[in-house]
């Protein structure tokens, strides 16, 4: 009888320890798809900068902007850049007056040097010098 409790007794420790080497595989995390190699992103410190692509490829401009204040970009994207998105991006948050971010996308189509153009201006205000400007020098070849 002692036999038989001591080997239920050394069964029930072994699966003990056992069980505490069985773990959970912890969930690997949401894989980020890279962009594409064509795609090329600026901000406001690429403000002046020159910059060269080839036909084809895509430049994505991103720069903070909060319309409840009024003010907003007024970006020139000239002919022979193809625009493919332009849209504001709001923070995700439950503040009034958040600021948020302003996205342009565009393709480099035709061969040429452009220059994109931005004034952060309140819009009827036409007689004041904007808040901020950005320029961005294209040259596709």
């Known amino acids: 009888?002692?036999?038989?409790?001591?080997?239920?007794?050394?069964?029930?420790?072994?699966?003990?320890?056992?069980?505490?080497?069985?773990?959970?595989?912890?969930?690997?995390?949401?894989?980020t798809p890279a962009p594409p190699e064509s795609l090329h992103m600026f901000d406001a410190t690429n403000?002046?900068?020159?910059?060269?692509?080839?036909?084809?490829?895509?430049?994505?401009i991103t720069l903070a902007e909060n319309p409840t204040t009024g003010y907003s970009w007024d970006m020139t994207i000239p002919e022979?850049?193809?625009?493919?998105?332009?849209?504001?991006?709001?923070?995700?948050?439950?503040?009034?007056?958040?600021?948020?971010?302003?996205?342009?996308?565009?393709?480099?189509?035709?061969p040429d040097t452009y220059v994109v153009s931005g004034k952060y201006i309140r819009p009827w205000e036409t007689d004041t010098e904007p808040a901020e400007t950005f320029n961005l020098e294209v040259m596709v070849g």
């Open 80 to 110: 022979g850049l193809t625009l493919k998105s332009d849209e504001f991006i709001a923070r995700d948050t439950e503040l009034a007056g958040a600021p948020g971010t302003h996205v342009w996308e565009f393709e480099a189509a035709a």
């Open 1 to 31: 009888m002692i036999r038989k409790g001591l080997c239920i007794l050394l069964i029930a420790t072994a699966l003990l320890f056992t069980a505490g080497c069985v773990a959970e595989q912890p969930e690997a995390p949401p894989v």
């Open 47 to 60: 403000d002046g900068g020159i910059y060269t692509f080839e036909p084809g490829e895509i430049i994505r």
